[in-house]
Nanobody
Framework: QLTLAESGGGLVPPGGSLTLSCHAS????????VGWFRQAPGKEREPVSC????????WYAESVKGRFTISRDAANNMLYLEMNSLKPEDTATYFC??????????????WGKGTLVTVSG
């Protein structure tokens, strides 16, 4: 069974940078996209960024465009989210997701347990 494990969260001041990582164990060939969701305190989960596995086509939420970069290392089943110019409103638990339903991240597939990012200072 596919499992996803995030790492790299932490406390960072506004304007700072952080890179999240996600390792996928027992990779499946039918995974069409991988990406990131986040959930801020008291709010619903929202998609942040997604990348297709066939051609590495990226997608970003408007709120993070120009600040976040998604990438992956297919050989090592790793997914990354480089986050720059972080804002307090980026504070959330970030989840790694893997999608077999479609070549976009709808959150209908596997989820990791999340890693907390706190932007404060």
């Amino acid at each position: 069974q596919l499992t996803l494990a995030e790492s790299g969260g932490g406390l960072v001041p506004p304007g700072g940078s952080l890179t999240l990582s996600c390792h996928a164990s027992r990779w499946r060939r039918d995974i069409l996209a991988v990406g990131w969701f986040r959930q801020a305190p008291g709010k619903e989960r929202e998609p942040v960024s997604c990348i297709t596995t066939r051609d590495d086509y990226p997608w970003y939420a408007e709120s993070v465009k120009g600040r976040f970069t998604i990438s992956r290392d297919a050989a090592n089943n790793m997914l990354y989210l480089e986050m720059n110019s972080l804002k307090p409103e980026d504070t959330a638990t970030y989840f790694c997701v893997a999608e077999t339903f479609a070549a976009h991240c709808y959150g209908r597939g596997a989820w990791g347990k999340g890693t907390l990012v706190t932007v404060s200072g």
